[in-house]
């Protein structure tokens, strides 16, 4: 029998190893007190985040399924549904980074094709430490890395993300993952167990000893011990992962399966505990029929393991046979472990004895915390500018920022096209593929903003909504729905658990206004090392319909020459917490720029109705670095320069100001008096500023003075920051 000492080892409180002992009636063993410990872990638990999660709105007419799944599913018409998530591989890809990362992607998509869907798309966001950090350009690497082996290995284009730094996350990456698959309505599976009687079944790959511990290790704070935890993470292998993908795919094409779930956190623990708890039912397996790869494995181990490329799926009876030939011949282990029960108890058997019997309702739902937490009182007053400092120079430097610069040396080692359907290159607003033999399209875009809610939480939650809002309208689609992934700090902290409470209530007020549920998420708790925690990252996905890729509206326009530059949305010069101020001021405290989220929607409506009616040539959001950045983008992309002009006093405030809900169209000449007609009736500001022409970025101030600079020179510092960057690597290493 177990004892408090054991108990705190595997991460549990006193009180919650006292409660173990009520629901059990007894002392818990130790393959008994490691399956409580992994079930009531915050990482499969939400045990201080539950309460408040309940609050987010997640229905809407287009909704299947929402949170409380492998992964929420939207209707996106003609028989077909959307199934997507996004999941966090935080504290592995730090301890690990190519393996963190690699089965970051290899545990999302297994998410999605556990419903039965067919992986269409990966994203990523990666939040890593500041540049001068020692080991940010180790952890960059082996995490780039990682995700583009797996994805690549297994055939699913990674077509888009975010990656920025900061020093408050050298002590803990964030490695967010977000897969999107295509189901038809009618072959949606889901994790029960069915009736009683009915064969328990492992797939895939064998259990061997790695991962064991995972979910406790994502669930709690890293100390100077960080490195010694290198045995929790994971091993993938995307090859294994492929066949299983396929296998999955081929049984479920039969009628075999009642039930299905991914053997992710807490591996065997949660996938047979949550699946026979869907229906009310119990569960007996034998681990002596469990295919493993090492020696000696105990129960615990067998139990607790995450090795990677497993599945439990509950067959119909009689269908034993049918289901293990298409494993066969998928080279995949296929093995009756158990059966469902009607005690509704999780019974373990090995080596002829009973080694564990705990009743289900205790581990699904024996812990909800209500965390103190601490009201937040923001800063409301805006910072000022000390000096009114040359444009010129303040873009050269913002364009040298790793978070503004260009991504290709990422992406490009990702291969984003394969399958055939990808729209565009990664780097745009928002990713789009095509679903294949239609004529429609998916765009998916990921967003968050830490510096707005380390500042205001609330409203930089909002604010992540709002931007994917606007990336998923610039190029046509009409936004559907959210996935997030929560990652905060330690909740027992009242201030941390004051900023996830407001993240919540912020993400819930603009999902609410922008008609965009919640459908599926992920709680990432305790990114924090030594007490120190990361900013708050409420990390935002989302996906829009693109019923006719006609309609789909590029960042920049085919044939810019002599181009109209339209900015749409009013610019009042908020600076504070932009990343003008940031970097150039050296200021970091203030409030975020207000969100107006009725403007939001309205704005969005009219840019849908742009593209919808091809008035426009390209459209993109005005986010970090304000109107300078977006349009030196659009240039660079474009490969032309631009004049502008400024009717504001302040030229600084106008280039780089964050004012929400803005964007930036190109049309051409003669498509301006309609564009204008339609704004007037959707009572839209517009402002014509310049046109897009020659070879430099151009600006005429309003007191007439011009100055410029050659687009070349802006390529050359945004392009090649990542090249220089990691070079330094390879010099060491010589």
């Given at each position: ?663 930036l169209m190109t049309c051409q000449k003669n498509n301006l008096e309609q564009i204008f007609t339609e704004a007037k009736n959707a009572n839209v500001k517009l402002e014509i500023i310049g046109k897009l022409k020659d070879k430099y970025f151009e600006m005429k101030d309003k007191f007439g003075k011009t100055d410029k600079i050659s687009i070349d020179k802006l390529k050359n510092i945004r392009n090649n920051w990542f090249k220089d960057y990691l070079s330094k690597i390879n010099k060491a290493e010589d």
């Open positions: 029998m177990t004892d408090i000492s054991q108990a705190k080892e595997l991460g549990l409180t006193s009180e919650e190893y006292k409660k173990i002992n009520v629901h059990l009636g007894r002392n818990p063993n130790i393959t008994e007190l490691g399956i409580f410990s992994a079930m009531w872990s915050e990482h499969c638990s939400y045990k201080s985040s539950r309460k408040w999660l309940k609050t987010l709105p997640t229905s809407a007419p287009w909704v299947i399924q929402g949170p409380g799944e492998n992964a929420g599913i939207v209707d996106i018409g003609d028989g077909l549904a959307a199934v997507f998530k996004m999941e966090s591989h935080n504290h592995p890809s730090f301890i690990e980074p190519y393996q963190g990362a690699a089965t970051g992607v290899g545990g999302i998509m297994r998410d999605i094709f556990t419903m039965g869907a067919r992986p269409i798309a990966n994203l990523n966001c990666l939040r890593f430490g500041s540049p001068e950090h020692y080991k940010t350009r180790h952890l960059l690497s082996g995490v780039v890395a990682g995700i583009g082996g797996y994805g690549n290995s297994i055939g699913v284009p990674t077509i888009g993300g975010e990656c920025t730094f900061d020093s408050g996350y050298n002590g803990n990456i964030l490695v967010n993952a977000m897969t999107v698959g295509i189901v038809r309505k009618d072959k949606i599976f889901y994790a029960k167990a069915g009736v009683p009687g009915s064969p328990v079944v492992y797939v895939g790959a064998k259990t061997g000893r790695d991962g064991i511990h995972g979910a406790s290790m994502a669930s709690s704070s890293f100390g100077k011990d960080s490195e010694n935890k290198r045995p929790t993470v994971q091993v993938g292998d995307p090859f294994t992962e492929k066949l299983l993908l396929e296998a999955c795919l081929e049984l479920m094409s039969t009628k075999c399966i009642v039930g299905i779930q991914d053997m992710g956190a807490a591996g065997l623990t949660s996938s047979s505990v949550e699946m026979a708890a869907k229906d009310g039912n119990g569960i007996i397996l034998n681990l002596d029929e469990v295919p493993i790869r090492e020696k000696n494995m105990t129960p615990f181990e067998i139990m607790l393991s995450e090795s990677q490329e497993r599945m439990l799926m509950v067959i119909h009876p009689n269908s034993e046979e049918q289901a293990s030939k298409i494993f066969k011949k998928w080279e995949l282990d296929f093995k009756i472990i158990g059966e469902v029960t009607d005690t509704k108890n999780i019974v373990l058997k090995y080596n002829n004895n009973k080694v564990a019997n705990i009743p289900i309702e205790p581990l699904v739902n024996g812990i909800v915390y209500d965390r103190p937490y601490k009201k937040i009182k923001y800063k409301s007053k805006n910072n000022n500018i000390s000096k009114i400092r040359d444009w010129k120079s303040s873009l050269l430097k913002l364009l040298n920022n790793p978070d503004l610069v260009s991504k290709e040396w990422i992406w490009e080692q990702y291969d984003h096209m394969v399958m055939g359907d990808t729209i565009g290159l990664p780097g745009s607003e928002s990713g789009v593929v095509r679903i294949h033999d239609t004529k429609k399209a998916l765009a998916i875009t990921t967003d968050c903003t830490p510096r707005y809610c380390l500042n205001n939480a609330k409203l930089g939650a909002s604010q992540a909504v709002a931007e994917s809002y606007r990336n998923l309208c610039s190029v046509g689609s009409k936004p559907l729905a959210i996935t997030d992934c929560l990652n905060f700090g330690n909740p027992e902290n009242p201030f941390v658990m004051g900023q996830i409470i407001d993240s919540i209530n912020g993400i819930s007020e603009a999902c609410k206004a922008l008609l965009m549920p919640v459908v599926a998420g992920n709680v990432s708790l305790y990114n924090e090392t030594e007490g120190e925690s990361i900013p708050p990252t409420p990390q935002i996905g989302a996906i829009g319909i693109i019923d006719d890729l006609n309609k789909y509206m590029p960042n920049f326009p085919k044939n810019p020459h002599e181009q109209e530059i339209i900015l749409v949305g009013e610019t009042k010069g908020h600076l504070s917490c932009s990343i003008y101020f940031q970097m150039i001021e050296k200021i970091s405290i203030g409030p975020p720029p207000p969100l107006d989220l009725d403007k939001e929607l309205k704005h969005g409506n009219f840019i849908f109705k742009m593209c919808s009616n091809k008035l426009i040539s390209s459209c993109r959001d005005l986010s970090d670095g304000g109107l300078a950045i977006a349009l030196t983008e659009l240039c660079l992309m474009a490969n032309i320069g631009c004049t502008i002009r400024s009717e504001m006093e302040n030229t600084i405030a106008w280039l780089f100001a964050e004012d929400q809900g803005r964007y």
